[in-house]
């Protein structure tokens, strides 16, 4: 069973860069066809996908969010990591981390984020 967990600053300052951690449990992110996403939930707004890597180190971003952010993993420590550059109050929400293969999807708890002076 694939346990998620985030972690990373609950507030951030406008202009500065978001960085979030979602270190794996039960699981390695190198195991062959897992895809591994980080999804944001802005309040009063439905989910919103921002990225994704897979297990062979490919990066996939939302067009929308493309120029701002970043994933990458270290396998060392079985974790993947999200930064979001030139946050404003617009990027406040609720990240989760994702893990998804073919027939089962995992989610962290979710932190909240809120970008504010």
């Known amino acids: 069973q694939v346990q998620l967990q985030e972690s990373g600053p609950g507030l951030v300052k406008p202009s500065q860069t978001l960085s979030l951690t979602c270190t794996v449990s039960?699981?390695?992110?190198?195991?062959?066809?897992?895809?591994w996403s980080w999804i944001r939930q802005p309040p009063g707004k439905g989910l919103e996908w921002m990225g994704v890597?897979?297990?062979?180190?490919?990066?996939y971003y939302s067009a929308s969010l493309k120029s701002r952010t970043s994933i990458s993993r270290d396998t060392s420590k079985n974790t993947f990591s999200l930064q979001l550059s030139s946050v404003t109050p617009e990027d406040t929400a609720v990240y989760y981390c994702?893990?998804?293969?073919?027939?089962?999807?995992?989610w962290g708890q979710g932190t909240q984020v809120t970008v504010s002076s």
């Open positions: 039960g699981g390695s992110i190198t195991t062959a066809n897992y895809c």
């Open positions: 994702n893990a998804r293969e073919p027939i089962r999807e995992y």
């Open positions: 890597l897979t297990y062979d180190g490919y990066t």
